[in-house]
């Protein structure tokens, strides 16, 4: 449970379902999300996610996932291949490229996405800070390049 801080505040309540198989260096995790938001109502999401350890805790990861909104009436998802950096124990940086479908009465893409991420373990182990730089190449936009900047603080109980 949380609460989104936006106008007006968001309360959302989520559950997370995951199952993890390790083969050698290679990991397979199978995740089933749910969430309620007050604004955004009811959601779901599967995600399909392979890891392959590369050495020195360095990784690479392909993402799979579809999801729902009963906020819209498509199915959407994305396919994302990631390496990620273990900078040290608290720190670590990771390089993404995605493609982002919807499946309406066709299968298309709809954005693509280049992005990178730092995220470091800002105070003992449940706070964590994270920054993103990235660029966005929507459809509607005619895939002109939109560039943005995240900043966000996590924080796990």
Do not use: C
Not at 35 to 45: A, C, I, K
Not at 106 to 112: A, E, F, G, N, Q
């Amino acid at each position: 449970m949380g609460m989104r801080i936006d106008v007006p505040l968001d309360p959302f309540v989520k559950l997370r379902l995951k199952r993890v198989f390790k083969i050698f260096k290679h990991e397979i995790s199978l995740i089933q999300k749910f969430s309620y938001y007050r604004v955004d109502e009811f959601s779901e999401s599967s995600d399909v996610i392979w890891t392959k350890e590369v050495g020195g805790g360095d990784k690479i990861k392909f993402q799979t996932n579809l999801g729902w909104s009963e906020k819209s009436p498509t199915f959407s998802g994305n396919n994302t291949i990631s390496y990620l950096q273990k900078l040290s124990k608290r720190r670590a940086i990771s390089y993404s490229v995605g493609a982002f479908f919807i499946i309406d009465t066709s299968y298309y893409y709809d954005r693509y996405q280049v992005a990178s991420n730092y995220r470091q373990l800002v105070f003992k182990d449940w706070i964590f800070g994270q920054a993103a730089i990235g660029t966005i190449f929507r459809k509607e936009d005619d895939f002109n390049a939109s560039e943005y900047v995240s900043i966000a603080v996590d924080m796990i109980f």
